[in-house]
């Protein structure tokens, strides 16, 4: 169960952004004792991958919060955050993949169900996350990217960790993002209103 959690939370992660749980999972399989890649997943803690994860983790935190950037950067993410979701979910939630000949060995072995899962859960986060920036752009003059980024930033970062060092509070957590993201939106539209109304 600890494990579905885990892999859940930065599934999550990965769908607000794509290298932080990645980043994050690499590191700590690398440097702590409390996590241990599968075996078919320790190319996470390669130095050469944590230095590129680390790159495109600054490209990303830039672009994300730049307005109308930021929209063109979801498009290109489409396929990345999901990709991200099912490797951490993976990962994360202890699957032992390894190599096979036969593809329906692969598919007989069940293998592939936590990869699917998060890439599902990350694509659900990242496609309301696409919809909901150009929005919050829009009702305020592109003034909410950098916010909006930097808390899915920053919520990304806290998911990860709790995903990893705490993974029962990341139910807690998934629920305070449930209702923290409507009310923020309804907030950014109610200062949009009186604003138009000056």
Do not use: C
């Amino acid at each position: 169960m600890l494990e579905v959690l885990t892999g859940t939370g930065l599934a999550v992660a990965a769908g607000l952004n794509a290298y932080i749980p990645l980043l994050l999972l690499g590191l700590a399989g690398r440097f702590l004792d409390v996590v241990t890649l599968p075996a078919g997943w320790t190319w996470l803690e390669n130095e050469w991958v944590l230095g590129g994860l680390a790159v495109l983790l600054v490209i990303e935190v830039v672009a994300d919060k730049v307005p109308a950037v930021d929209s063109i950067n979801d498009w290109l993410q489409t396929i990345i955050r999901p990709a991200a979701g099912g490797i951490v979910f993976g990962s994360g939630s202890g699957a032992q993949t390894v190599a096979v000949s036969d593809p329906s060995e692969f598919v007989a072995s069940q293998q592939w169900v936590p990869i699917a899962a998060g890439v599902v859960i990350a694509l659900i986060v990242h496609l309301g996350k696409m919809a909901a920036r150009p929005a919050a752009n829009a009702l305020t003059a592109g003034a909410a990217a950098p916010v909006l980024s930097t808390a899915e930033d920053v919520g990304a970062v806290g998911l990860s960790i709790l995903a990893l060092v705490v993974p029962v509070l990341v139910v807690v957590a998934l629920l305070a993002l449930v209702v923290a993201v409507p009310l923020l939106l309804v907030r950014a539209r109610r200062r949009r209103l009186s604003v138009d109304q000056l």
